[in-house]
Each structure stands twice: as C-alpha cells, then as structure tokens.
C-alpha cells in the first residue's frame, strides 16, 4: 500500500492545525494506511525528507498559506480545507486515496484569476481563519490563484507583498472590522463580512469577480464611493463598532491581568496609596493608569477609523479622551467614535482644496476641524447625558441580585448560543468586553461561560448519546471539547449546520442556563476571553468554584437535550 502524505498548513490556526493532523493520523491508523505528516509552518513541524516525498504515492494538502507545493513534482494531490479533515475526516482521506486529485498543470487555464485577499473578524480567532480557509478551498475547487492575509488577534499573518497585490486580478476583503486599503490604490476590488466566505465562498469569488469596483487612492471606490451596495456597505454600525471592540481587547485583556496580578502580589489594598514602590502598586498603576485608561479612546479612535480611514483616528481618541474625563464611559466613547469619523469624512469628502495644498489636508486641516467639532459636541451636548446614562447602568449592574441577575445571565449567555459568532453573539460579547471598562465585570463571566458551553456540551453528547451522531460527528466531538475550553463557540457549527432545529435550541438552553447561574453565584471576570485558561491566574476570576459550576450545568444541560431531541442517523 503507497505511502500517503499530507501536509497541513499552521500560522495563526495553530490550534486546529494540529487537531486536523491529529484526526488524520488517527483515521489513517484505523484504515492500516501508511501515512507521513508535516505540520507547516510550525516550530517542530517535522519537514517530509526527501526520500519520502520520492516513495509516496499522493499528497493531501490541507489548509492555506504556503504548503511548499513545488517539493511535490508530478505527485498526485488532493486539497482540504482545515474544516473538512474536522468535520469529516474519513471523506477527505476517501478522496485522497481514490485517486480524486487535483493534479498540477504547467500553465493557468485561460480562466485562471489571481485574487489577493485579506479575511479579519473582531477577536480575530475563529471567523478570521473560518473565511480564509472557505475562500482557499473555494478557489482551489474553481481554479483560481488565491493569497490570503489573516488579520487576526496577533496582527497580520501571510502579509501580501506588494508583487503580489501588483500581480492580481482582484483584491477581496472578508472582513466584520475595517480594514486598511491603501496599499490596494489602482486595484479591482471587493469587500464584504466573513459571513460570505463561510457560508459560500464559491459564489462569493464569483460574485467578487463580476461586481469588484476599481479602488481610487483616499479610501473610495471609484464607482461606489456614494453609494456603496456590498455586504460589506449594508454592515454599516455594526462593522465600526466592531473594528472599535478588537482594538479595545488587547487594552482590556493587558489591563485585567495587570489588576488581578497586583491583588495577587501586594493584597487587596497593593494599590492603595500607602504601598508606592511595591511591585503590586506598580503592576496595578501599569493596568489601571495605563491600560484602561486607553481602553475608551481606543475603542473610539478606531470606530472613526472604520468609518474615516486615518483621518478619523486622531478626532476619535480625542473624543473618547474627553469621555472618559467627563466619565461618560464606553458609552460616550462610542458617541465620540461615531461623531468622529462621520465628521472626518464629510469634511474630507467635501473640502477641496488646490492640488499644491492638498497635502495640508491630512496634516492639519481635517485632524484640527474634526477635533474641534467632535471635542466641542463631546463637552457641551454628549457628555452630561451619556455619563448619566452610564452611571445608572453601572449602579444597576453592580447592585444585581436575585432576579435580575437570573434574567441578565439568560439573556447573555443564551445571545452567545444563538448564531455562534454572528451578530447576537458579538454583540454580547462586545457589550459585556466594554463594561469591563467600567469596572463591571460580572456580564463578562455569563458571556464567556455562555460561550463555552456550546461546544463543550455538543462534544459530551456525542460521548454519552453516541447512537445519536454519525462517525464523523463523533470523532469531531475530541476538537469541539477544545474550542470550547478555550472560549471558541465556533466550534459548534458544524454540528449545528447539520441539524439546526433540533441542535440550535439545546445550546441556547445550556448557555442561558451557564449564564444565569454564573451571575447568580457572583462569579466575576476581569479578562475577555482565556476560556478555561484564566481559571489558574489569581484574582483573574471571582468565585473560580461557581465558575466551573456553572459552566458544568450549562454544558450538562445542551448535553442531555441534544442527545434527546436529536434523531438518530438514517
């Protein structure tokens, strides 16, 4: 029997990466298949020598990025994205090995694109790697060339050079947060959510193809820039607030950890005046002075950069300075975000000046008229009202008790449940990452738990109602018990893509269930997003028991109601 090799590609997907290799390596021992695997990309990845690559018979490459595809010669190949080898790893082998491959041709057929693309969503975890790996598969079926640069939660990966930007047909933006265009000044281009490459990223290219518009240097497309009608145009608020919260996050994150880390040191009073030149004052000062107080200007410089492109980021920290000192929160920095860069755009749409001037524009004319707008609405007509309106919120929050926790922690942990990572989801998710802001932190703990639940629940049913979901099912369960511990929600699609209406309603009922008790035991949470990971660094989480209880419950509960109302596989 011929040796089979198969390559997967890492990067930012490390995680799944490996759990793919894992899945292949697994199923390839139950068929007696031999088989050589290399992790791409990664420290210990295990290149294939030589005299492997001579004796194998076909190559399976799995995943985006560079495979080193030219070690392969005339070898027949087949492709994978990292999705299929999850959610079926059998198929994919079955496709391998029968000799349905795509086999390499000298020339680019006549159709042949070259498209360049960049895929990021809010947190940049699942949704960022979920569109690119939709989008690679989707051109590898179709023929096309495609480069892909994630935007995800360490910055950029696979960064597009400019040769290769020069050299494409189109550039296709996936994307729930703004996005950077300037290098793309000249090229065809095409923008929408990561929604589209999920869901069907055959239609989307081909839709990209047909309808991208060329891109003008300034940030518009020359042919829509009034009137944009793209996914990614109907996005609207929900893009630039999201564009907001992931540049937020690291403040939050780096903030939290800093706080709790200066309780553990110094005691519940390091930070107390008394205590300068302790090692828990300094590391409370570097959370609580420095990166909180970032944390709204942040989040308002960089919805005015999702609306305004550059020219909105200094008006927009400079609202979001002033909310913050009139103690109008993250309310008042979304406000000030908004106000920012829909009045950095108008004026830099509607000022024009003679082309020997034009330089002053982003320099001086728009960062000083934009400021002094958005500073003087912030001060005399946003502030006041907003902070009120924060203040009440917060007093009720963090009076919570009873009944209103029950109803708060349902309603939180059951949005986290709904769409998986769509819109409900992140709007949770980014409401309860703002209030941390605040200093109210228990909405966190019932979005995370919330979050948690659906693929930890979902991989305990296939353990205990087995008969209730076919193999593939079963063997993904291991992977979705990962994504789950690490806060990753998205690791209940497939599951619930196969079976919506019976699957969909047990998670919403585990989460609600998570989330309601968590805030009903006063669990807390200072850091927005770790997973089961920040249960060990002190003071990190409030009640770390009820925690787990909690998150026990709500997994227990989508267990039990999946493996009852599911049906069993025909």
Known sequence: MAQLLAVVGGGDLSTHAVLALEALRKAADRRNQPIALELRGAPGGNPLPDETIRNAGAVLLVGSGDLGEGRFGALHRARAAITDVLTDVNAVLDRALSGSV?????????????????????????????????????????????????????????????AEIAAADIVLIAADTGVDRTRFAGKRLYATNTKAAIRDGK??????????????????????????????????????????????????????????????????????????????YALGQIGAKGAFALIVPALAGYIAYSIADRPGIAPGMVGGMLAANLQAGFLGGIAAGFIAGYTARFLNQHIRLHKNLEGLKPVLILPLLATTITGLLMIYVV???????????????????????????????????????????????????????????????????????????????????????????????????????????????????ADPLRVIPSLVAGSAVAGALALTLGVTLKVPHGGLFVLPIPNAVTNPLGAVLAL???????????????????
């Open 383 to 497: 502030g006041v009202p907003v902070a009120a309106v924060l203040s009440a919120l917060t007093a009720w929050l963090k009076g919570m008790q009873g009944a209103s926790a029950l109803v708060l922690g349902l309603v939180l942990g059951g949005m986290m449940a709904i769409d998986m990572g769509g819109p409900i989801n992140k709007a949770a998710y980014a409401s309860a990452a703002a209030l941390l802001s605040s200093g109210v932190d228990a909405p966190m703990a019932a979005v995370m738990l919330g979050g948690m639940t659906p693929p930890l629940g979902l991989a305990l049913a296939t353990r205990l109602f087995p008969a209730r979901f076919t193999k593939p099912e079963r063997e993904a369960g291991g992977a979705a018990a990962v994504l789950g511990a690490a806060f990753i929600t998205e690791g209940a699609i497939p599951f619930a893509a």
């Open 102 to 162: 795509d086999t390499p041709t000298a020339t680019a057929a006549a159709g042949t694109k070259r498209i360049v693309a960049i895929t990021s969503c809010p947190t940049g975890i699942a949704h960022t790697f979920m569109a690119a790996e939709g989008l690679q598969a989707a051109a590898d079926a179709l023929g096309h060339s495609i480069r892909i640069e994630t935007q995800g939660s360490v910055g950029a990966r696979d960064t597009l050079t400019a």
């Open 203 to 280: 239609s989307l290219i081909a839709t990209a193809l047909a309808e991208a518009q060329m891109h003008a240097a300034g940030g518009t497309t020359e042919a829509a820039a009034e009137k944009p009608d793209t996914a990614e145009g109907k996005a609207g608020a929900y893009k630039h607030l999201m564009t907001g919260v992931s540049f937020m996050l690291p403040f939050v994150v780096a903030g939290g950890l800093l706080i709790a880390l200066a309780f553990a040191v110094g005691g519940i009073d390091a930070m107390a005046p008394g205590h300068e030149g302790t090692l828990g």
């Open 552 to 570: 026990a419950a709500g997994t227990l509960v989508t267990a039990m109601l999946a493996g009852l109302l599911k049906k069993r596989p025909a």
